[in-house]
């Protein structure tokens, strides 16, 4: 989800990054339904699909990885940076209010019994997705800072991203061990969730801190990428794959820990964004690509598509949930009757479907005048 503002060419892996977490933002809005089961009914189908589940957390950190690697990596236009800034704060606010609509239309029976205020008052937090907007331009605001620091004071830029890791995911690693602790030692049965231990010496209180980390950590990349390729490519997969399959595993346990915990189905999408293990298999994700270099037309057609499928697919999704619910459910649902092996395909099968829908709306509206600088 990366405005391009200029002709450059294009870099295969970034493509394949930008891929991958486009299907797993996709992914994670297909299996919604799994966070809302009852934790009574989980069963062994049920956590082989929360497990999948799991690794769709770093579908945000790699988009804001990738922005942090392009950006700082290029020149720097103020004035260009202000109108993709406002630009964006334009686009959020637009899609809001389509969103909303669309959902309104869907529910007309809801708007026929409440009334619009009742109906826009029930329906506003399904366009909580779009957070993701809100959180590019906060960045973006200080993005002039953060470029000028990187480009001259390039210890500073890193001291900067280290105190950012560590009040953002430092906190949220003792939000993490006090759940356990309070949970499994001391059973006093205490969720902790966004706890500020750092009180009224976080900077961060308010506002997605982790993305600031994510993005700087993409310009860190960038600045040591010849370093970085010239790890032996064995050295580098196998160093990816054992922190791919440690995030991955660490993203599931800390979802069952919550959801045992709290007794209720933990969303450790949600909560994950800002955990090590989400960090650590982003990190492993950026390596793992670095092995793609070859330009791919599916992987370049969706990277240029990102921030159009990001927008839209949630109201294909909220389209075919309303209209084919049931048969959606039955091929997807880990309690479905189907046995999971169909499901697991349904899964991946539907977030497919979802997504090449929402590209080709997107290269449709893309030809249309005015609203094409909406996507």
């Given at each position: ?187 006093q049965g205490i969720i902790y969730t966004d706890t500020n231990f750092l009180n009224i010496f976080n900077p961060f209180r308010g506002m997605y801190g982790y993305t600031f980390v994510y993005f700087c950590l993409g310009g860190v990349a960038a600045y040591y990428i010849d370093k970085i390729q010239a790890i032996t490519k064995k050295a580098r997969n196998l160093v990816a794959l054992a922190g791919l399959i440690i995030g ?128």
């Amino acid at each position: 989800m990366i405005a391009k503002t200029t002709s450059k060419p294009r870099i295969a892996w970034i493509d394949l990054l930008e891929t991958i977490a486009i299907f797993s933002v996709v992914l994670c809005h297909c299996t919604a339904h799994i966070a809302n089961m009852p934790l009574s009914e989980a069963g062994i189908g049920f956590y082989l699909h929360y497990a999948l589940r799991s690794i769709t957390a770093v579908c945000v950190p790699l988009f804001f990885f990738a922005n942090g690697y392009l950006l700082l990596s290029r020149p720097f236009d103020l004035k260009k940076h202000l109108y993709k800034t406002l630009r964006f704060v334009l686009i959020a606010v637009f899609w809001y209010a389509l969103t909303l609509a669309f959902l309104i239309f869907l529910h007309h029976d809801q708007l026929a019994t409440s009334g619009l205020a009742g109906t826009i008052s029930n329906l506003k937090y399904s366009v909580t997705h779009l957070w993701y907007l809100g959180a590019l331009v906060c960045l973006y605001v200080f993005f002039p800072l953060l470029k000028v620091v990187y480009d001259h004071h390039r210890r500073v830029f890193l001291y900067f991203t280290i105190i950012c890791v560590v009040i953002t995911f430092g906190n949220t690693l003792l939000n993490n061990l006090m759940t356990f602790y309070s949970s499994f030692i001391n059973h006093q049965g205490i969720i902790y969730t966004d706890t500020n231990f750092l009180n009224i010496f976080n900077p961060f209180r308010g506002m997605y801190g982790y993305t600031f980390v994510y993005f700087c950590l993409g310009g860190v990349a960038a600045y040591y990428i010849d370093k970085i390729q010239a790890i032996t490519k064995k050295a580098r997969n196998l160093v990816a794959l054992a922190g791919l399959i440690i995030g991955w595993l660490g993203l599931f346990g800390i979802g069952y820990m919550y959801s045992k915990a709290s007794h209720q189905i933990w969303d450790n999408i949600w909560y994950g964004y800002d955990t090590i293990f989400a960090l650590i298999a982003t990190v492993s994700i950026f390596l793992l690509s670095l092995n793609w270099q070859r330009d791919n037309i599916i992987f370049r057609t969706i990277s240029r598509n990102t921030l159009g499928i990001y927008l839209i697919h949630m109201l294909i999704i909220y389209a075919l949930t309303t209209w084919f619910n049931t048969f959606i459910m039955q091929y997807t649902s880990p309690l479905s009757s189907m046995p999971f092996i169909i499901s697991f395909i349904g899964v991946i099968i539907y977030t497919a479907i979802v997504l090449v829908i929402s590209l080709n709306i997107a290269s449709i509206i893309k030809r249309v005048p005015i609203i094409r600088y909406m996507l």
